[in-house]
């Protein structure tokens, strides 16, 4: 039987017949060790192994190209063709560079930066001393917030999630009502509302409605009480539950994926009030786990789940159990996002302002805005990226995109081969790198080091070193490289880092991959944006904690202060982030990537979609309690649709 946990409190939890639900931020022990975090006990030992000087390339400006004389009889095989084409790409992405800043200087050099040297003594070396303080802008204290006519979210404690790191929802009972139950525990009548006695012409005083997220690592289902005393439904509370493990997990057994949902459904049993179980609506979507299997195994477990569903007193949709859309996963963030924080729906007007959300996840990173073109001749293009949204009497034409291979783990692979190929290149014309060579990088923060493998040729592990070359400089230089936004740049680029081709920009304006995306700054020039997962999860702990009435809005410029600060090492973080507490430095010793994490960030969105430095963004994890994530604004979807009662 799965394991399954809930936050709700003992004296609600369900018969004995089910799991005993737990608390949902209670960590579930694990044979396997955090991919996110460094684990030097697998690394050789440094006290016994000195660096060697990379070769220098010659200066960009240089006219010739000098190879070794032993390197000339190869210069037809395919890996030196190969190099030699790839080493003409970085001179000219090198000069170009070079040309914004005014400057000549060695290829290494710009790339990891004028200080970077290597000793022959053994590594790692002394961290350097902080700039000076008028060198750093400080993000400090936190703005006052913009948005002052918004409820404030709750500000839980934060629950990483033992296989991903991102935080885990901290509460499985909760309301953004600021009047009445706010728990299904506080709830007298949960059949009833206190917030009207009679509905909206044609709907029931209450609605339930059931959505099940059938993820990766686990499933978890939500139960939400609506009431419907506006023209929308209005939230009243959310029962939250999850089990272990996923649906995946199950890829030979359908019908024990589909008994793993129990846990879940006995818990929506418990809270849903008989009478009212029969026009609750049930949907399950499934995510990144099915997706990764084959196309009979997930068939197989869909309809296995159906059925089990269907023994149960609730109403399952038509169509309701399926994997998700990336499409339809970006636009319910969306909704809900914007629902909680009042922007649409019953209480929002014509003139309010939409949100923009940008969800950052572990292979991709999506982005949901709605577009205001300056002149009436001008519109969205039409494509897979316009998304119509009919809800609570608008009408919404969004943008919405999920752009694959930019999100935190494709991003570090990415930085790593090209960093790796740079390295190895350097090496008199490059021979391969062997397994466990050192390797200087300058995204991982100064004096750490970690075990990567690289995707070259072939694969190898090597150690990446932070050494006296991490810096904010040096990996925005790499990062820049690898997001390069010029088409031609980009391609060479991408087929190095990622052994895939880049696509060509045909409809203007493109972000990334080719991708059209509209102008953020023409068309999105003063709305809100909201930055979820891993943007909370690497920039939430490093700032200090927000009272209670206040709102987390910061300049972008923020993601740089902070990046150059943990790329610098542990002599930054004792200076910077040791008010913030043990676990913070804890956090920051054991995550050397978390340099190139906030690199990476500040670039998607500088360089990326091109925002500027001080314009404001809002992290969060909940609002007014809720969760912020797809599950309820697919739960608002399905209540837009029409119900059908079961008798």
């Keep these: 039987m799965p394991r399954t946990t809930s936050s709700s409190s003992p004296s609600s939890s ?62 037809c095989s395919p890996s030196v063709i190969r190099r030699l084409l790839f080493f003409s790409f970085i001179a000219c992405v090198g000069l170009w560079m070079l040309g914004r800043g005014g400057r000549k200087e060695r290829l290494w050099d710009y790339y990891a930066g004028e200080e970077a040297h290597y ?133 030979s057994n359908a019908q024990a994926a589909a008994e793993s949902l129990d846990g879940l459904m006995q818990e929506a049993v418990r809270v849903v009030p008989e009478k009212l179980r029969g026009c609750t609506p049930v949907a399950v979507k499934a995510t990144a786990g099915l997706r990764l299997l084959g196309v009979e195994e997930s068939k197989e477990i869909l309809l296995a789940v159906e059925r089990r569903l269907r023994e149960y007193p609730f109403q399952v949709i038509d169509n309701g159990v399926v994997i998700m859309d990336g499409k339809d996963e970006g636009v319910y963030a969306w909704i809900t996002a914007n629902y909680l ?109 970690k075990l990567v493998e690289l995707e070259l040729n072939d694969k190898v592990n090597v150690t990446m070193l932070g050494a006296d070359v991490g810096s904010f400089e040096g990996c925005n230089r790499v990062v820049e490289l690898v997001m390069a936004k010029d088409a031609y740049v980009f391609i060479f680029t991408f087929a190095i880092v990622s052994n895939r081709v880049g696509r060509i920009c045909h409809v203007k304006p493109c972000a990334f991959n080719g ?57 930054s973080w004792a200076e910077n982030f040791s008010h913030l507490g043990e676990e913070v430095l804890s956090e920051l010793e054991g995550r050397p990537e978390w340099c190139l994490d906030l690199t990476f960030q500040h670039a998607l969105l500088r360089l990326g979609y091109e925002f500027g430095p001080e314009r404001k963004v809002r992290t969060e994890k909940q609002v007014g309690g809720v969760e912020l994530g797809w599950a309820l604004g697919a739960a608002l979807a399905m209540l837009d649709g029409e119900l059908v009662c079961r008798i």
């Excluded at 016994?48 to 190209?65: G, N, Q, T």
């Excluded at 969205?380 to 935190?408: A, I, V």
Aim: proline share 13%; hydrophobic share 30%.
């Design 14 to 75: 369900s018969s004995s017949s089910s799991p005993t639900p737990s608390s949902s931020n209670s960590k579930t022990p694990s044979t396997d060790p955090d991919p996110d975090r460094a684990h030097t006990t697998a690394l050789p030992s440094l006290s016994l192994m000195a660096p060697r000087r990379p070769h220098i390339l010659p200066r960009i400006d240089e006219p010739s190209f000098p190879l070794p004389a032993q390197h000339r009889r190869a210069l």
């Design 119 to 251: 000793p022959d003594s053994p590594l790692p070396p002394t961290p350097p001393s902080m700039p000076e303080p008028d060198e750093v802008v400080s993000y400090l204290p936190v703005p006052v917030p913009e948005y002052e006519d918004l409820p404030p979210p709750d500000r839980p404690p934060i629950s990483y999630d033992e296989e991903d790191g991102l935080p885990l929802p901290s509460s499985s009972s909760s309301s953004p009502q600021t009047t009445g139950p706010k728990t299904y525990e506080d709830d007298p009548d949960p059949s009833g509302t206190v917030h009207c006695s009679s509905p909206v012409s044609g709907k029931s005083i209450v609605q339930y409605a059931l959505m099940l997220d059938a993820g990766s690592q686990g499933s978890r289902i939500h139960v939400y009480k609506f009431h419907n005393c506006l023209s929308s439904p209005a939230l009243e509370w959310e029962v939250f539950v999850q089990t272990r493990p996923g649906l995946s997990a199950y890829a």
């Design 341 to 449: 924080l009042g922007t649409i729906g019953s209480s929002a007007t014509a003139s309010h302002s939409t949100y923009a959300v940008l969800d950052l996840g572990g292979a991709s990173t999506q982005i949901v805005f709605e577009p205001r073109f300056p002149t009436p001749d001008s519109a969205l293009e039409e494509g897979d990226h316009k998304y119509t949204l009919h809800f609570s009497g608008r009408t919404h034409s969004l943008y919405q995109h999920s752009y694959l291979g930019y999100g935190t783990m494709q991003a570090r692979r990415h930085v790593h081969n090209l960093v790796g190929f740079m390295w190895d290149f350097a090496k008199e014309g490059g021979r391969g790198l062997h397994e466990f060579e050192l390797v200087g990088n300058p995204c991982l923060a100064r004096g750490t080091q």
């Design 515 to 571: 991708v059209y995306q509209p102008s953020i700054l023409d068309t999105f020039q003063t709305g809100g944006i909201l930055i979820l997962s891993y943007f909370y999860d690497r920039l939430t702990p490093l700032l200090p904690p927000l009272s209670a009435d206040s709102v987390r809005s910061i300049p972008i410029s923020t993601f740089a202060d902070l990046a150059e600060r943990v790329c610098a090492g542990p002599s």
